[in-house]
């Protein structure tokens, strides 16, 4: 979580309490979503119980107001492909943005995160400017590249 909004939670109650408004959020699986390692093993019976996994981060619009899209990922899976897939699903031509009628898609990412700015890149996000110090977090202040995708334009990731 170092270029989250936040400083990584440090008690269940933060966790708790940022989880509750992810779940309220109207976009909360509809274009919002935790992404979960689930094992070969579990059902795929639509009418069973849901599959149990490891969460490992989350992807999508949390706000419908703005589409911008936010992301992360627990280190341990990092350079795995889990994020490519995720948003492979997201922005691809096929992807859910583009079915649920999102016209486009926006990012503002500190300059440091290479790790994000490189995937965007990579699904044709192009960028549409830069600010200083628009954001103070457990970082200090931070910079904003903003990045934008607009409609079906996202590459396949190979």
Known sequence: MRYWSCAPHTSLL???TY?????A???NGSLDFVLVLVSPSSPTDPDSDPPR??????????????????FLLHRD???EGYMAEALTALLGP???FWKRGVEGVVADVDPRNEGSMGILRRFGFVETGREDRTFETHLGWCDSVYLELRGRLAKQES
Request: overall charge positive; charged content about 10%; glycine content about 20%.
């Open 53 to 70: 996994g490891k969460v490992i981060g989350k992807a999508g619009i949390w706000s419908l107001s703005n589409s911008e899209i936010g």
């Open 94 to 96: 096929n992807g859910v």
């Open 14 to 16: 933060q966790t708790t």
């Open 77 to 79: 899976v990092w350079g």
């Open 19 to 23: 989880l509750h408004g992810m779940l």
């Open 25 to 27: 959020s109207p976009a």
